[in-house]
């Protein structure tokens, strides 16, 4: 009988015997038993040709002793998995952004960069946020009709911004904004004018903070929802040297200015000045107009402190507000106990204690773990833990705003870095405004317009001034809290 | 100013000059023999003429008017010697008059009167052959004057000399006469070298004789490098007729391997089956995968590599993006590519070939499903680019994907079986016997698999039946478009430069079916490349093609022009076809015209042929870049990828780098991909770099990142073991497969939105018919791996060269097996061995010298 060798894998099967009368199958099955390849999977190749299992081995001419090739395998067959998965690119597109790690850049409709900017910065504001979404459709009586529209734009352009991946474009917005304030509405040589992002900034705020005022279901004890978030109390104590009145005053702002002179090279300088004041009124005890000094402390902090620096002056000569280059530098992580007032230092010492304590215990353990070197892979995480102490404060913060059922949240007066609006260029009405904000995730991303880009953290705090790159203007922070 | 020794010289010649016109014979005698022996005495430094010649300047009138007077005898023959010597220096220019009073003289001893004579007079003589060429007279008396001087020159190792002057009489078989065991190897050398510089034919005379001398001597492994140039399978298999040592033969097939041509052995050529058998399986490169595994066990780089391991993206700050927690399928499939790219031929990698049940949760061992639609496709053929030439293993692996109820995955099987067939051929012809049937199936991508795979698996085969198989399929007008494009290049890769007819005219009526929708389609242009690929390197032989090609829709008339040129003349270095080429560059051209891409690829496929042209080109293109429309600029990339392939010149690689950032993203996608090609298999440390910071800059921009990602697989090609070089055996041979496959990927890549970032990315697959290992692997007798040190620098070009001059620079020694990059040239630092092949690439048997002697 004829024998053939049959080449399977690696392995070479000698001397199979080909019965030559049977068909084909039968030589499969013979090899079925030598290989345990079933005989519908096995594939023997013949000269540039396949065993079929019916053919004729005459035909085929099979010689003595010749090499034949066998492919096949026991091997399950692959088959794909019931639930496939799942790619980026068929999802819709608000699960995108999940993906991507930030939310969408804003186009710029023909220099609303400004208007750009500062919509980022208070988007990462989740109070804000949370605000606007309990804003009733209607229209309430107390509320404007343009101020109703405006809120509403702002509440539509947040959720947009929440479920878009692409660039969206603000337009419904912009029309709002124009009518509310037709001063964002100059038009130069046919184009729409850069604006001062601080005015917009200030403006849509005002106009939110009296439409979302005790809109939240008609209680009276929220009064003023966004008082809460962005709202600063200041006790002023107006001194005249001239005829020693006295008198104090309290009054309630959205914003610290941040005056720069020449004796301020960082915020906390600046915000001091700020602070201080010298305006001329008439004092009744002499009669006429005199110079009155005015000191304020802070007296309720807010959950985001906003700080405005006042970069821009009104040049008289060249009829526009000019900048000031100077560099003044600010922290990422801001401390105002010293800009309260006594009251209110005394409500903060017992957060304050308790945050030290925290922090120190994490420095504390980190300490102690030296001494014992056994378990070096737990400080080896711990290290890396501390280095990222202001992330996970921030986490933790986080979390005990969502539990607020527990413990209430305390001030510290301690504040971390947010968001940070900058502006490039000589003046106010000119030049481009970005937004650099940090995102939940602890990343910061710079938003120019329509594209974001990731920065790293150490950049965010070199946007202080002192040459033409952008430079600081309005600065957010986040309060840090304690539970209590 | 002269010395009283200058004027006692001075005198005397005169006084000979004198004499010379004497009436006496006897005296005129004397005064010649004198004056001859102070010229041949008269030894003087090479920069200033000597002496007696200067003196008896003044007087070569006298001399010239005096012979003219005489009458005939031998006198006047001895004064007419020393004539032709003074017009070495005096005859007015043009006027040859050193070879006339030559003719005219005794013909003495040629040699006696100096190298400088003999120069001038061979220079003269190639004057006056082609005067007497364009007046059609005799030259029987030049021709008996060139003998002399060949001879005069073998002797005296000037052989460039002798050569030159034989080509300009066009005699050169007169050469192999007078080459003799001394210095046939230098004279060979110049005639190979200076071929290349050879307008056609004489290109191939030159070649010739330099194979007839190479076998004269029995340097049968030049002859046989000479053979496969010319492609003359006459004469490869001359070679093993003459040769009768069977060790020898088994180097020739090694050679024959590493060029990739389908060559049966008969037994004249080898009488002994068994010896016979083992050759076919060198040629068949059966166990090219063992020595590449060989090698990387040497280097220590078994262990499979990851595509992170690739992207390293802990080493970019910020900017990665953080591990998205939902799959990105474009992202996925560039995975896919780095892997099957960086695993190459490795048998093993951490995707595709993990075990499946010890994979936790079916996460990475359903690789395959990560993949979406025509992805799919691309994964499962990764896997035969994983187990690359492993034909057995490589079989067994893919099966399990043929029984699947997925198209795609069923394509990418088939495409997979191609691929571990790429450049290895067995007996059994498992290629053909499992693809054959599903070209012919109902899925148009499913047969574009099968299809595929054949052209892969047979590029070069010229096998009747797999053309019996796919030329219907071009006449059968239901045939959709992309099946019919991958046919055609199937077709063209199979029969690669065989000029076939048949093809030819199946290619061209798909050509002239095509409506003119399809027409406008990229992968029509498939069409016109499988046309083009069937006269890859053949020249003339294009031109009643291209003839046919002038009655092409206008569509697509220019476009198959400028392929076909390109294609024939590939790898020639004709620099009038490369003017041709850039003056249809220089063209504005409207919108919709198409056919500049082909030609900025030309002007590259053209000059890659020798270093200076391939410089030259590279300045060219930069010109393109800045004067070009947008078309030019987007395929100056790919030409350049062409020019460097596999070898990253830093000028190449900056000015990749600024194009990889253009606005135009097509440019830059472009740039980005030949960024890889350049870099590819040279793990180049640069090029990784700039490619990880594209990585973070495109980072948001999928297709521009796909690019990247593709990038930096083919840097990381084989882990740095393969090369995509289609040069090799000191660049000195064309593999025609190889660079089929580049040109293929290279006008996919003209087309980048359809093909690799479309659907059709399989095409990416095509580059595998240019991986080579970039290796010196050194066997013993017996074919086993044998460690021996070798000095490896950089090549030194020693054509025409005196004496035995330094073949490397700058050399380290290292142990056998060892890596060659590009430029790099390698020699044995022993003399206990004698290599059987001339140039040290590849596979290279050992002989042991039997003169060695062990020093003690």
Redesign the interface.
Known sequence: MLTVSVKWQKKVLEKVEVDTTQPPYVFKCQLFDLTGVPPERQKIMVKGGLLKDDADWTAIGVKQGQRLMMMGTADEIVKAPEKGPVFVEDLPEEEQVAAVGHTAGLLNLGNTCYMNSTVQCLHSVPELKSALLKYPSERRNEVDQTSHMLTAATRELFNELDKSVKAVAPMQFWMVLRKKYPQFGQMHNGYFMQQDAEECWTQLLYTLSQSLRGSSSGTSENADALKDVFGIELLSRVHCQESGEESSEAESVYSLKCHISHEVNHMHEGLKHGLKSELEKASPALGRSAIFLKESRINALPRYLTVQFVRFFWKRESNQKAKILRKVDYPLELDVYDLCSEDLRKQLEAPRKLLRDEEGKKLGLKGKEKADSKDTDVKMTDAEGSSTASGESSKAATLSDGAPSDKEAQLTGVYELVSVLTHKGRSADSGHYVAWVKQENGKWIEFDDDSPIPQREEDIVKLSGGGDWHMAYICMYKARTVPM | EQSDEDLALKQQLELYVERVQDADPGLQKAALESMRQEIRTSTSSMTSVPKPLKFLRPHYGTLKAYYETMGDSDLKKYLADILSVLALTMSAEGERESLKYRLLGSEGDIGSWGHEYVRNLAGEIAQEYAKRQSEEAGIDDLMELVQQIVAFHMKHNAEPEAVDLLMEVEDLDLLIEHVDNTNFKRTCLYLTSAAKYLPGPDDLLVLDIAYMIDIKFEEYANALQIALYLDNLQYVKQVFTACDDVLRKKQFCYILGRQGITFELDEEMCADDEERYAMQDIINNAKLSEGYLALARDIEVMEAKSPEDIYKAHLL???A??G???????Q?LAATFVNAFVNAGFGQDKLMTVP?DAATG?SSG?W???N?EHGKASAAASLGMILLWDV??G??QI???F????NY?IAGALLGVGIVNCSVK?????A???L??YVDKEDPFIRIGAIMGLGVAYAGAQNE?IRGKLMPILSDSKTPLDVVAFTSISLGLIYVGSCNEEVAQAIIFALMDRSEAELQDPLTKFLPLGLGLLYLGKQESVEATAEVSKTFNEKIRKYCDMTLLSCAYAGTGNVLKVQNLLGNCAQHLEKGENYQGPAVLGIAMVSMAEELGLDMAIRTLEHLLQYGEQNIRRSVPLALALLCISNPKVNVMDTLSRLSHDTDSEVASAAIISLGLIGAGTNNARIAGMLRNLSSYY??DATLLFCVRLAQGLVHLGKGLLTLNPYHSDRFLLSPVALAGLVTFLHACLEMKAMVLGRYHIVLYFLVLAMQPRMLMTVDENLKPLSVPVRVGQAVDVVGQAGRPKTITGFQTHSTPVLLAAGDRAELATEKYIPLSPILEGFVILKENPDYQEES
């Open positions: 700050d910020g900017r993006s953080a998205a927690s939902v799959d990105s399928a474009r996925n499946s079916g359903n395959l499903f990560k979406k057995d293993s079989l067994a099966d399990k994907y029984h699947s109820n997925d995955v067995n007996d059994c012809d498992p053909l016997a499992l054959a049937d039946q980072y948001k």
